[in-house]
C-alpha cells in the first residue's frame, strides 16, 4: 500500500483541473500545463526509482483505492511492467507539452487544449496502473473520449470525419470489451486481474470452468488490437493520426498505441497464461489462451508490418507517411509478442522476446514522437508537409533536418541508436523462435520483420532524398523554422542517441518489466491475494 | 428468464448493428446509443439471478418476510458506470454528427469527400 503508486495519477488529474480553471489566464494556464509535465515526470520517476528500480524497492507496490482488501475493491499495481510503460508516457508527454506550447497557436491553446492533454495523460496512467478488467475499460474510455476531442480538434471536414469513424469504432470496440468483461465475470467470478490469475491456475478449487476465456479473451485481443491499430483494425490510423494536431499524433503513436500493446501483454501473460484450457480449432490446437495468441497476433503483426510498409512507401505527406509506418512498426511490436505465446513457458526466452517487444515499443514512442514533431516542425515552417514541394531543408536548416536524420535513421535500425537495438532483439527473437519452434509460421515472421526492414529504408530514403537533399524549393527558401520547436526536436534526438549508447540499463529495465509481466505469482503475491482464501 | 434475455441481448446487438452500417448519421448514432444499450442488458444478465440468503447479502437477516429473487450488485455498479459513460460518448457523437454534417454538407457518409 503506498501512496506514490498513484502519485502520477494525482499529477495528471491535478494539472487537468488547474488548466481547466485558469482557462482565462493562457499565460499561468500554459505555465501550469508545463509544470503538470514536468511534475508527472518527476513523479513517474520517483515511483519507479523508489518502488520497482532503486535498490532498495520493493519491485512492486500496489495501492488499494478506498483501502478495500484485493478482491473487492479496485487495485492500482505498480510492477516493472508498469513503471516501463509509464517512463514512455512520460518521456513522450513532455516532449509532446513542450513542442505543443510553441506548436499550436495561441487561441487554440486556450480552447481546452491542455486540460484534455493531462486528460489523456490521465487515462492512459490508469491504464497501465490498474489492476481490474472493469476499470481499464474506464480508464479506456478516459483516453478515447480526450482522443475523440483531439482529433476534432480543427473542425475541419476531415477532421471531424475522421473524428466521427474514430468514435464509431471505439464505441464498437467498447460495447465488445465490455461484453468480454462480463463475460469474463460470468466465468471466473471476479475482475480483479490478480485474482482472475489465480482462480485460471486452479479452476476446480474454486468450482469455475475456465473455457469461456479462451473466446473471451480473443475478444479482448480484438479491442486491444483496435486501440493498438493492427491489421485488419487499422484503417483509423492514418485519418485520425493526420487529423490530430501534431503534438497529438506524437502521443497517439508513442503512447496510447503502446496501451493497446500493454492490455495485450498484461492480460495475456500474467493473467490468462495461468490457465490450462484446450483450444480445439480448425487448424489450431493448444493448451492455454496463448497458443491460441501466438498465431493469430503473429498473423495480425505480420500483415500490419506489410500494410503499414508499402502504405508508407507510396504517400507524398509527411505525416501520412509516418501515420502508416506507424501500422508498420506496431507489427514489429506484436510479432516479438506473438513469438514468446508460442515458446516454452518454462524457458527463459518467453522473458527475452517480450524484453525485444518492450525494446522496441520504446524505440518506436522515441523516434516516432520525433518524427511526428518534426513533420509538425516543417509544416509550420514551409506551409506544406508535401514530399513534392519539398527539397534542400537539409541545407536551410540543417538542425532540424540532423534531428530528423537521426529519427529516420533510428527506424532504420543503425547503431547506436535505440532503433538498432529494438531491430536486432526482434530479430533475435525470430531466429531463436525458429531455433526453438520450427516451422513455416516462425519462418514467415522472420520473412515479414526482413520485408518490413527493407519497406522501412525505403520510405526512410524517400522522405530524406526528396525532402531533405537536393534544391530548395520556393517552400523552403522562406521556411523559418521555430528555434523552440527545434529544441525540443534536438532533445528528443539526443534521447534516442543516449537511450542506444546508454542502452545497458534500458535493457535491464526491460527484462524487470518482462519478468514483471510473466510472473503471475509475483503478481498475485503483491496484490496480497496469497494465502487462502478470502473469498 | 435466461432465454428472454438472450433474445433481448441477440436481437439489440442485431438492430445496433443494422443501424450502424447505415450511411445516415443520425442512425449511425442510433446504432452506437443500441449497441451500448444491448451491452447493459448482457452486463445485466452476466451478473445471474439466484435466490437470496443472508450469507449472501447479510441485509436480508433483518429485512424480515419473504425475501424476493435478487440479482449481483457488482454487475449493477458496472452498468451504471457504462451508462454514464456511454451518456457521455452518445452526446459527443450527437453534436459531432452535427458539425460533420456542416463541414462535409452531407448526412451521408458515403458522400464524405475525405
Known sequence: MSLLVIAPLLVAVTTAVCTLALGRRPRLQRAASVGGAVGYVASVSVAVWALVLGPAAPGAAVYQVGDWPAPFGITLVLDGLSAFMLTMAAGVGIASILFSVRYVSRENQRVYYHPLFHMLLVGVTGAFLTGDLFNLFVWFEVMLIASYVFVAFYGTDHATAASFRYLVMNVFGSALMLVAVGGLYAATGTLNMADMARRLATPDAYGIDPAPVVGLSALLLAVFALKAGLVPFQFWVPGAYTAAPAPITAMFAGVTKKVGIYAIVRCYFTVFATASVPVDLPGLTAASPLGFLAPVLGAMGVASIAVGGFGAVGRDRLESVFAYSSVGQVGFIAVPVAIAAAADPAGAFRGVAIAAALVFALHHALAKGLLFLAAAAVEDATKTGRLRHLGGLAGHSPVLSGAVFVGLLSLIGLPPLTGFFGKFLAFDAAVRGIASNPGPSSALALVALLVGAVLTILYATRVWTSGFWGRETAAVEVASADSGQVAVLVALAAAVVLVGVGFDPVYRFAETAATAALDSEAYVDVVGLNGGDRA | ?114
Do not use: C, K
Request: charged share 15%; hydrophobic share 55%.
Open chain 2, 1 to 114: 428468464m435466461s432465454a428472454a434475455l438472450a433474445v433481448a441481448v441477440g436481437g439489440l446487438f442485431a438492430v445496433g448493428t443494422f443501424l450502424l452500417l447505415q450511411r445516415d448519421l443520425v442512425r449511425v448514432v442510433f446504432g452506437i446509443a443500441v449497441v451500448s444499450q444491448a451491452t447493459f442488458v448482457y452486463l445485466i444478465a452476466m451478473g445471474g439471478i439466484e435466490e437470496g440468503t443472508g450469507d449472501l447479502v447479510p441485509v436480508l437477516d433483518t429485512h424480515g418476510g419473504a425475501v424476493p429473487e435478487i440479482a449481483d450488485p457488482v454487475v449493477q455498479a458496472l452498468v451504471l458506470t457504462a451508462i454514464v459513460i456511454s451518456f457521455g460518448t452518445t452526446a459527443l457523437a450527437l453534436v459531432l454528427s452535427y458539425r460533420a454534417y456542416e463541414e462535409n454538407e452531407s448526412m451521408d457518409v458515403t458522400e464524405w469527400s475525405r
